[in-house]
């Protein structure tokens, strides 16, 4: 499972709100993204959820979150998140490529005017594995139509040369006649995000999201062949 496979479940569990006393969420969504690597495909994949959480702890298969405080327009939330290794093609400019898998811990500071909120999140890798860590800096809107719950964010996440180079980079050592080694570094991604949550029934709902990003620098690896991904996700989940 990708980070943007984890992504794609953890909304079944942001369209969620829990008790105090907790609650199960199971679900499934099915996942259809672009992969920015040269030679890979499209892929459409189904990813089974499951969860635990109460109004201020959340476990589940897409990691820990524990909600530090929140004081009405303010709130900070702590978390704990599997970050798998990068599904890599199976072709020779991948071949021998290897990636560990990490954990990545992460704060997100949100504050919320009205419909409206502005967020801050930071996550970095505490394994040791690339030592590197991402900033994102979002803005997003809901609002009640006549069928569902629609969301909007748009925003910028920085990414440093650690964390690039794992996903994208090729070190001197890993350099071969078919691929040349190359040094990743910061960048500054752009995403925009469209969510839908609809409910169906007293505890099951309907969600869906449609996502952008610019790839920005990141397209001059000689690994990636895109300048931007999009990504389609449907699923469904049950709480109780």
Known sequence: MTHRSLTAVALISMASTATAEGDWIVGIAIDGGQSPYVGD???VEALPYVAFETDTFHIGIDGLRYQVFDNGPLSLEASL???FSPDFPDTDLFDGLKRDDTLDAGLAATYSFGQAYAQATVEGDVTGVHDGYSISFAVGYEAEAAFALIGASAGVRFRDANLNNYLYGVSADEATASRSAF???DTANAFAEITALMPVAEDVFLIGEVSFIDLGD???SPLVDRDHLVGVTIGVGYQF
């Open 41 to 43: 495909e499209d892929s």
């Open 81 to 83: 998140e599997p970050r």
């Open 183 to 185: 040094k990743m570094s």
């Open 218 to 220: 990141t397209a001059d």
